[in-house]
């Protein structure tokens, strides 16, 4: 995994374990209410590249925050940009009667 993206994730964990701390949960409820074992709680508080998106989901889910999954790629400038400039506006060549 690219450093940049092992950053990302690792940033990702520390917000997650700062929305814990701050609901003053601690790792064993919240692992429990996810259905997660502890150490997988950690490996994502972590940021590990190696736990499924959806153990994230569980935690975010217990901590009330499963909707902020919906940002990811939510404001996708450069796809709309390329989707803009791939768009050709044709015009349909006028019908032909039959007898032509």
């Given at each position: ?63 009330e925050l ?35």
């Open positions: 995994m690219l450093p940049r993206l092992r950053q990302l994730l690792a940033q990702a964990g520390e917000n997650i374990r700062l929305a814990r701390l701050r609901r003053k949960l601690s790792t064993t409820r919240v692992a429990e209410r996810a259905a997660i074992s502890r150490n997988t709680l950690h490996a994502i508080e972590q940021g590990m590249s190696t736990v499924s998106l959806g153990a994230y989901l569980q935690v975010l889910f217990v901590l499963e909707k902020s999954i919906l940002q990811l790629a939510a404001n996708d400038v450069l796809g709309r940009k390329l989707q803009d400039a791939e768009l050709i506006v044709s015009t349909r060549a006028p019908k032909q009667s039959p007898s032509e």
